[in-house]
């Protein structure tokens, strides 16, 4: 997979820590030696997971985004890509989701959650696109609940933005295609022990797995390109476990 | 249970195109419309023309503009109170790549598909949930289920949008509210059309008119006629057409 006449690329931008999954992966990108620029909006979690990261010799840029700003997605994705260069890999994990009644909705809050997922999904792809097609080479992924492809109550505006992120996902996959840029969506395909996991069912709660676990399937899928998959909505955990069983190593590390 | 007039629709994009049919076929069903568009000038006319079999409220509203959207079906609600049914046909298509897409326009193509579509769904819900009836419908396309090249905001907004009416027809089953959306079913004729179609696109291409019947017969429905579906426009219209004759 080696680009052809270009410098191999070692850097990711990891947007977001929803499930916890973004600070999983990020810590997972750094173990195996990429250079990460991590943007989140929790300003004390974020220098501090950084910091761990940094004792542990990971590269790691941390960068404070409110997601809802366009203007603060461009202004990271311009540090991060000054950081980085072209990035190879770009994961926009961010999102927030609060449960509603429709009669309940007020509007400020609803566009808040909107802008998180699908503004700050086409804020910070607009700035690495024209890099990335020039690249030749690169790797767009979208992390895509069942919100995106499903009707939930009281989701009026997390399900509307993940659907709409799942658009964004298709065009671009085709954009970028003659180039052989990769742009795929991807569902956990678990239930993730994270922040929701008091939300869950017995029967969720009984399946459900850490973060670090589904984090090789990222990493993994931050050295494709548009010639293994492009367009298509990927299951982190059926990743995961065949990398797992592949590698011989029956579990992932969580650093 | 409150009551809502059974004949009063609420309708966006009514100045030109399929909106411009669809708000025709309703006034001549006899329906009282308010009717949003940015294009002052059409609208006046399609309004005045329509005034003369019944009831308009003709709405000068850009419906990228949260403050002024709300502001204006607020204006329709208290003019006619909660209306039978809402059809957001409003949208906005440029085919930009990419690389070339500003953000600014990218804001704007969503807004007056989904921003609009949630505060005008938003504002009439109350009304029809004490009504225990209503009726959303979202004018959707292929754009909403699949990706094309160019479409960089229009197909994450009308992808978006199927995904509001997805969590709506969930919230609105136990109000007897129907949410649906509707595709045309056929290429059209309009301007929309005009910027957009390929020659290859353009083959069968019916004028708007015969959509408009589905669309009167959709603002009478609740849930539990139908709900969470995706109609095809055209081909109810025809069959709607031939079952009368």
Known sequence: MAESGAVPRNGAIVSGNAENLGYAVAAELCRCGKTVVLLDDDPDALPAFAARVREKGGDILPLTVDFASAESVRDAAAAAIDHLGVPRFVLHNAAVRTEHPMADWQFEPWKREVDVVLQAAFVLSRAVWPLLLDAGAGSLLYVSPGSAVAGFRDDAAYGPAKHGQEGLMKVLALEGRERNIAVNSITPGVPVDGPLAHTYSDAQRRVMVKPHVLAPAFRFLGEIDASFSTGNRLNAYQMAQVLAVGSGSGASVAW | ?245
């Open chain 2, 1 to 245: 249970m409150a009551s809502i007039d059974d004949s009063v629709v609420f309708l966006t994009g009514a100045a030109e195109g399929l909106g411009g049919e669809i708000a025709r076929e309703l006034g001549r069903a006899g329906k009282r419309l308010a009717l949003f568009d940015v294009q002052e000038e059409k609208l006046q006319a399609v309004a005045e023309e329509l005034a003369t079999v019944t009831e308009v409220l003709p709405l000068v509203v850009d419906l990228a503009d949260a403050a002024a959207t709300e502001q204006a079906v607020q204006s329709a609600l208290r003019h006619y109170g909660t209306p039978r049914a809402l059809i957001h046909d409003a949208a906005v298509l440029k085919e930009v790549a990419m690389t070339d897409v500003s953000f600014d326009n990218w804001r704007r193509e969503v807004d007056v598909t989904l921003q609009a579509a949630f505060i005008l769904s938003r504002a009439v819900w109350p009304g029809m949930v004490a009504a225990r009836k209503g009726s959303i419908l979202y004018v959707s396309s292929g754009s909403a289920l699949k990706g094309f090249v160019k479409e960089t905001a229009y197909t994450p907004a009308k992808h978006a949008q199927e995904g509001l009416m997805r969590v709506l027809e969930l919230e609105g089953r136990e109000f007897n509210i129907a949410v649906n959306t509707i595709t045309t079913g056929a290429p059209i004729d309009t301007p929309m059309s005009a910027s957009h179609y390929t020659e290859e696109m353009k083959i069968g291409m019916v004028h708007p008119s015969r959509l408009a019947p589905a669309f009167v017969f959709l603002s009478g429905i609740d849930a539990s006629f139908a709900t969470g579906q995706r109609f095809n426009a055209f081909q109810m219209s025809e069959a709607m057409r031939s079952a009368a004759t």
